[in-house]
């Protein structure tokens, strides 16, 4: 190996860490907008329910192989077990993990730039001129690649100043920031006219929903979206942590932090929907259903910051801001999957392994920029609705059928010594390996009838 691995110092900076990964786009624009469009707190219920009960035995299952194999996700799987085939299967479905990876980063990392063009569009206008500020906001191939090219810099300059100073520090300064944005947003537009309603219809669940297939499925996706799962980010943060942290409580924590931020955001922007309809804004298409998709954010709510006078601008500048931020600690985690890669099988330096995965990346997203209308959806749909939950299914497996069950106890008992007789033993080795695959894989397959 060229390098000593990285390790987090400390339970809170895998925390932060871990769930600087899990919330991100997903989080405050993901969950809010399923949420609004699939009654409300109906969503909100199976999202949790899903959360607990098939993506939190996923997490467990990355993080626990991921500690154990102290190594990135191709060796990782590719050493769990050296005999044929279960090697050469391990190697095909850790590469399948990084394409995976890879695709998500380049649509990410276009989404994230459009983020940081709306927060610079009125801080150009108030430092410049309007002919600025109109410059961030006109969607064109010189604008989206250039703020992709800044967020792609900012992900590969942490990135490559290794896990303890660059993924672990930046997580600890940015995530408390991100909260305490999120709280400020959340104080100001639930004071304003029209809020209450959108409590109510994001509170209130629309019971008759709550077993439809089509809400079920979406709750999943977002779930594993949510999370990092599939395509070993969970993993190879597992394999950072100490061998004394309790995985089980862990991995318990960064579920409770994700799925604590997604309901947190929808106190955000449901309220927020509904106090533009109050100012007059559309909110429903000419179809009559809810603008949810890239029209809430870069037109419903730009609508509402402009009728707030003043105070709009500086809510425009904070809500994109809190986006940007949200979404550079996801893409870090997402980076270090082929930069972990890079450095362990290939001995590349750190900073050459960072600077070379983002710039493939790059050209990956540009090459999207490009071939918006044939590839975007694609890329997307391929990623996340069938990559990840097909890979999920494979990672639970490998952890409940490739690694013995004596293995599996002798790891998690290294940071929590009664595990034996804890509920969490008695449930979750037989949970991953037959309840956990057959739901996901069950969910999965309603969902292409
Ligand atoms: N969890 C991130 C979000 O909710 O926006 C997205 C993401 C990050 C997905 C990392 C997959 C991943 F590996």
Redesign the pocket.
Known sequence: MAQSRGQFSSKIGFLLAAAG???????IW?FPTQAASNGGAAFLVVYLILAFLLAYPALMAELTIGRYSKANVVTALANLNPRAPFSQLGWLVGFAAVAV?VI?LSF?ALVAGWMLAEFFAPLAAKLANQEASLWFKTGHFQRDALMCAGMSTLTVLIIARGVENGIEAWSTRLMPLLFLILIGLIGYVLMQPGASDGLKAYLIPDIGRLLDPALILSAMGQAF????LG?G?MLIYGSYLRDTDNLPRMGASVTLLDTGFAFTAGLLIIPAIYVAQAQGVAVYSDSGELIAGPGLIFQVLPALFAHMGGAGDWMAIAFFALMSI??LT?AI??LEVPVSICVERWQLSRTKAAWLSGGVIFSLSVLIIWQFDALFSLAITASTVYG?PLLGVTLCLFAGWVLSRKKLLSELAKGHPEIESSLFWKIWPTYVRFVCPALIILTFVQSLR
């Open positions: 990964s899990a919330v991100g786009l997903g989080n993901g990876a998500i990410y979206f949510s999370l990092s395509v980010t949200a979404a996801s985690s997402l990840q």
